[in-house]
């Protein structure tokens, strides 16, 4: 009899334990948020993501009435400012906006620090942007064929820049290469800005570009756009071919970006910001603005930008293994 009430408190005790624990997270949810929220971005501010956190930074200020302190720390391929988020307490006041270097990490590193999969819960992908070949106009290349013929009659002749080994722009190039069996010079910067920079200034001749960065250059006519990737043409570029309209090669290859939360994080708090961010990008003006800026809004789910991270998770690494591609 004595052991039975025994068993008895016990398992009353568990339970209590176990709805007290409940009912603080959904307290702490239904608070949410009470102080500051810290986005870390791995990138520099100007880049891409910093400038799309930072538009989608006010308007989460503006309806959640805290601010959102955007953390640039650029370097290391992120995997430092990564893993920081995966190992920040799972209260949604430590964020993690982050693109393709999440997942391409793991082919590019013989250790990461953490698991793009396990260690986080997504909340969104916020835009993407279709990549464009771009030549200078000094090469006189107009045409992904012209390219393609400059290269083998010039073997070596011309140089290609990226946004750094291992990224969308490296990897996008190094896929054209092999299709046409040619051979271009790799030049990796540090970062997407820095290189098509350089490209405007004549260091390099090709390259792959995002559209938001190549887009100035393009205007001016420091930079010729041969192709876009993906399968649709860009209002930004009305003129410029897709791969596939070129019948080419099935190019899907883009640049993301997408807001992350360490694992366990409420999903109640996980939704607020899915669905704070998600009202923003369907705005006509915002999706306006976007498109002069080459970005497409996606504002994906938390279940579809988990399952999005999961293939790519697959996808690329191998990709990256299969073309012998280093971080260094």
């Not at 490296?170 to 920079?197: C, F, N, Q, V, W």
């Not at 001749?205 to 990737?229: E, M, Y």
């Not at 504002?299 to 012998?324: H, N």
């Amino acid at each position: 009899m004595k052991k039975s009430l025994f068993h008895i408190k016990i398992f009353f005790t568990v339970t209590l334990v176990i709805i007290f624990s409940l009912h603080a997270k959904s307290v702490l949810a239904q608070k949410y948020p009470e102080r500051l929220i810290k986005v870390v971005i791995p990138y520099p501010a100007g880049a891409i993501g910093d400038i799309v956190m930072r538009m989608v930074g006010q308007r989460l200020t503006e309806k959640l009435g805290q601010p959102i302190v955007i953390d640039n720390r650029s370097g290391g391929g992120g995997l430092a400012a990564t893993e920081s988020v995966a190992k920040a307490a799972p209260d949604g006041y430590t964020l993690l906006l982050n693109g393709p270097n999440h997942v391409t990490n793991l082919g590019l590193f013989t250790k990461v620090p953490y698991d793009p999969v396990l260690d986080f819960s997504p909340i969104t992908s916020i835009v993407n942007s279709q990549v464009v070949l771009v030549a200078h106009k000094s090469s006189g290349i107009k045409s992904v064929q012209q390219l393609v013929e400059s290269a083998k009659s010039n073997p070596g002749a011309m140089n290609f820049g990226s946004s750094g080994n291992g990224t969308g722009t490296h990897l996008a190039m190094e896929m054209l290469l092999r299709a046409y069996d040619i051979k271009i010079a790799h030049i990796p910067y540090k970062g997407g800005s820095p290189a098509i920079t350089g490209q405007a200034a004549g260091q390099v001749q090709v390259s792959f570009a995002a559209v938001p960065l190549a887009l100035n250059f393009i205007k001016d006519g420091t930079l010729a756009p041969l192709a876009v990737g993906g399968n649709q043409k860009l209002s930004s570029l009305p003129n410029t071919p897709t791969f596939k309209d070129l019948n080419i090669m099935d190019y899907d290859v883009e640049i993301w970006f997408g807001l992350l939360a360490p694992k366990n994080t409420p999903t109640s708090i996980v939704n607020t910001l899915y669905e704070e961010i998600r009202k923003y990008v369907s705005e006509p003006a915002v999706i306006e603005r976007f498109a002069t800026m080459g970005l497409t809004p996606i504002a994906s789910s938390p279940a579809q930008f988990s399952t999005f991270i999961a293939a790519e998770t697959k996808r690329w690494p191998q990709v990256i293994r299969e073309l012998k591609i280093t971080a260094d």
